[in-house]
C-alpha cells in the first residue's frame, strides 16, 4: 500500500499550469510527506542569471541572507548533491564531502532560521546546470524512513515540472542583449575583418582590452563564438549591413 | 539508419541485430555489471528476446551500432510483471496498444556528445513509432539516475509506484502517454532527431 497517494503526484505532474500552482502542490505534498518547507533550485549564482530557476517556501530572512552571499554555488548541500544521484539525508553529508568552517557557518545558520534537517534529491540533467529538490525541517525534526521513497519520486517530478515552466516562461520574456558602447565598437570592427591587434590601435586600448570586451559580448548574447555573435548582432539590430560592409 | 524489427516492420539486416546484442553486452555487462546471461561471450540476450520483442535500431552506414531500444508487449511476461512487480502500485498496465521500453541501449564507441544525439534521436523515433503503429503509452523500469532525464524529455510521465532498492541500486517504474502532442513536447524540450541518422528509406515495413 502506497504511502503517497499517486493522486497527489498525479496533480502535481498534470494539474500545475504555473508557478503559483506549483507552490500550492508542494505545499501539500511537504504536508503528506512531514516537512515543513521546500526548496526547487537550478545550483547556478541567482544575481547572474536572468531566469534562474527557484521556486521554494523557506523563511524570508534564511533566502535573503543566501542570495546576498550567492550560496547557490557553495551550498554544502548542493556540493554533497553533485557526488549521488539519490535522494540524502542532510545528517549524511559529512560522510560525503569535506565540510569547511563556512560550510558549518552556513549550516548553524540555516539551522538557526528553522532549516536544520532536510532531504535532498539531486536532479541532474545532462547538458544543464545541475539541481534539487530539498525537503528540510527544523533542527531535530527528520522524514521518517517510510517517507523517503515518496519524497524522492516527488522531487524527481516536482523538479520536472518546474523545468518545464521555466522554459516556457524564458521562451515568452526573452530579452534582448544590450552592449555597451565599448563592446560594440570592439564587435562592429572585428566583424569588419580587423584583428584585435588592429582594433586595440583603432581605439588605443591594448589588444588584450580588446578580446575582454569582445568575451563580453558573445556572454550576453549567450554565445561561445565570436562568428555567433556577428549573427546574432545583424539579426537583432545592433548592427545593420551597411555598418559593417560600407567602405 | 534506423532499423525496426518486429511484426510490423519486416526483418533487419542479421548484422545489425548482431550488433545490437553485442553492444548490449558491452553496455550492460561490462559497464553496469547486470547481472544478466551471455551468449558465447559475445552476445546479451535474455527470455523476453524472440519474435514478440519489437527492436529499434540506430545505425551507421557501415552497419555499426548507435544505440537501439527493445519494446516488450505488455499482454506477454514482461519485466515489469515478471520480475518487478513490487515497483507498481497499481495493476501492472497490460494492453495491445501499451509496450515496455527496454533495454535503451547507446553504444559505448560515442562520444558523449554523439550519444546525446542518438539517445534524443533514439527517443523521437520510439515517439513516431507508437504514433505510426497505435502504441498509445509505454511503461518503463528505470533506476533513479536515468528516471530524472526520462522526465526530462518532456513527455506526459507518470509514476507506476514508489521506487525500491533492487540489487543495490533505486529503480522506479513509469508510464510514458503518448499521443499527438507527443512530438511538439519532446521539440520544446529541446528533443530533436538528427535527420541523417533516421536515414531516407528507413527499413520499416
Known amino acids: 500500500m502506497g504511502i503517497l497517494p499517486l493522486d497527489q503526484l498525479t496533480e502535481l505532474i498534470d494539474g500545475v499550469a504555473s508557478a503559483d500552482d506549483l507552490m500550492v502542490a508542494m505545499i501539500g505534498l511537504c504536508a ?7 526548496a526547487i533550485t537550478h545550483h547556478v ?21 543566501y542570495d546576498i552571499n550567492a550560496l547557490g554555488l557553495s551550498d554544502p548541500v548542493h556540493r554533497a548533491s553533485h557526488k549521488t544521484s539519490i535522494g540524502f539525508r542532510w545528517s549524511r553529508m559529512p560522510a560525503m564531502i569535506p565540510l569547511t568552517a563556512s560550510d558549518l557557518k552556513v549550516l548553524e545558520l540555516g539551522r538557526e532560521q528553522g532549516i536544520g534537517d532536510g532531504f535532498t534529491v539531486p536532479a541532474n540533467v545532462p547538458g544543464e546546470a545541475r539541481g534539487s529538490c530539498s525537503f ?19 522531487g524527481a517530478f516536482a523538479f520536472e515540472t518546474a523545468r518545464r515552466l521555466w522554459r516556457v516562461r524564458t521562451l515568452d520574456t526573452e530579452e534582448q542583449p544590450v552592449l555597451t558602447d565599448r563592446q560594440r565598437d570592439c564587435v562592429l570592427l572585428a566583424a569588419r575583418g580587423k584583428t584585435d591587434g588592429e582594433i586595440a590601435q583603432l581605439l588605443s586600448v591594448s589588444a588584450e582590452t580588446v578580446a575582454v570586451h569582445i568575451k563580453n559580448a558573445c556572454e550576453r548574447y549567450g ?8 549573427i546574432r548582432t545583424l539579426f537583432d539590430g545592433t548592427f545593420t549591413f551597411s555598418d559593417i560592409f560600407r567602405r | 539508419m534506423l532499423h525496426i524489427a518486429g511484426s510490423v516492420a519486416a526483418d533487419m539486416p542479421a548484422g545489425v541485430m548482431r550488433a545490437m546484442f553485442a553492444a548490449r553486452k558491452k553496455v550492460f555487462v561490462d559497464l553496469l555489471k547486470w547481472d544478466v546471461p551471455v551468449l558465447a561471450a559475445e552476445f546479451e540476450v535474455d527470455q523476453f528476446d ?21 519494446l516488450l508487449p505488455t499482454l506477454r511476461p514482461h519485466i515489469l510483471d515478471s520480475l518487478y ?18 533495454r535503451f541501449c547507446l553504444d559505448r564507441s560515442l562520444s558523449a556528445r554523439d550519444r546525446r544525439v542518438v539517445r534524443d534521436t533514439l527517443v523521437v523515433a520510439l515517439a513516431e513509432h507508437a504514433l505510426a503503429n497505435g502504441i498509445t503509452a509505454y511503461t518503463a523500469i528505470a533506476e533513479i539516475r536515468w528516471f530524472q532525464q526520462i522526465l526530462s524529455f518532456g513527455w506526459h510521465c507518470q509514476p507506476l509506484g514508489l521506487p525500491g532498492p533492487h540489487g543495490g541500486k533505486l529503480l522506479a517504474a513509469l508510464r510514458i502517454e503518448i499521443g499527438a502532442d507527443t512530438p511538439a513536447l519532446l521539440a520544446q524540450a529541446g528533443i530533436a532527431a538528427l535527420p541523417t541518422l533516421i536515414g531516407a528509406d528507413r527499413a520499416a515495413a
Open chain 2, 50 to 70: 524472440g519474435q514478440h520483442a519489437h527492436y529499434l535500431v540506430l545505425a551507421n552506414e557501415d552497419g555499426a551500432h548507435l544505440g537501439s531500444a527493445r
Open chain 1, 223 to 230: 554565445v561561445y563564438k565570436r562568428s555567433s555573435l556577428m
Open chain 1, 32 to 38: 503528506t510527506l512531514g516537512a515543513r518547507c521546500f
Open chain 1, 136 to 154: 528540510a525541517n527544523e533542527a531535530g525534526t527528520s522524514l521518517a524512513d517510510e517517507m523517503l521513497p515518496a519524497a524522492q519520486l516527488a
Open chain 1, 45 to 65: 549564482d541567482v544575481a547572474r542569471e536572468t531566469h534562474p530557476m527557484r521556486l521554494h517556501n523557506y523563511p524570508d530572512r534564511w533566502a535573503e541572507f
Open chain 2, 85 to 102: 512487480p513490487d515497483l507498481c502500485e497499481r495493476p501492472v498496465p497490460r494492453d495491445a496498444n501499451i509496450f515496455e521500453i527496454t
